[in-house]
């Protein structure tokens, strides 16, 4: 596992929240590979234990999610190329709005609907621990956890 820290990049066109390391990170993903973007209760340095650990503590998921999807592009090969933490049944009366503000985030960056899918908590988990690296936000809201398979970027013309 490599951890890193997360510093700020000063480049044309890269949102300041993405870190050297995971410009770095992003830039050495192929299509099919995943990352997960995980809240502050995520167990992301257990998990991470085979990835590329990217520390974003002072950071929240809904900012760092828009700019990771400035720069990664989500598979289209796939039903499902985003996945989110379903709800254990305990909190199933508890609102999850950031759910619906990813869903709002992921549609926006790709101009057109993008279905996310939901694992069980431990499908979650089982998922997260074969993903290329993990970005541990700072973020407090609970299930604020998604997985993004990267697809492809066409040839220019």
Do not use: C, W
Not at 41 to 64: C, E, Q, Y
């Amino acid at each position: 596992m490599k951890s890193t820290l997360a510093l700020r990049t000063v480049l044309k066109g890269i949102p300041s929240i993405i870190s050297p390391e995971l410009l770095a990170t992003l830039a050495r993903m192929g299509h099919g590979d995943e990352i997960v973007l995980a809240d502050a209760n995520f167990p992301s340095a257990s998990v991470a234990k085979n990835a590329t650990l990217i520390r974003a503590d002072g950071h929240a998921a809904l900012p760092m999610l828009k700019a990771v999807l400035q720069l990664l592009p989500l598979d289209k090969y796939v039903s499902t190329p985003a996945l989110v933490m379903r709800r254990e049944p305990q909190d199933k009366d508890l609102p999850v709005p950031i759910i619906a503000e990813f869903e709002k985030l992921i549609t926006s960056a790709h101009g057109h609907k993008v279905k996310v899918g939901e694992l069980a908590r431990q499908d979650f988990y089982d998922r997260a621990k074969t993903a290329f690296a993990v970005i541990a936000t700072g973020e407090t809201a609970l299930y604020a956890n998604i997985i993004l398979k990267k697809g492809v970027i066409p040839p220019e013309k």
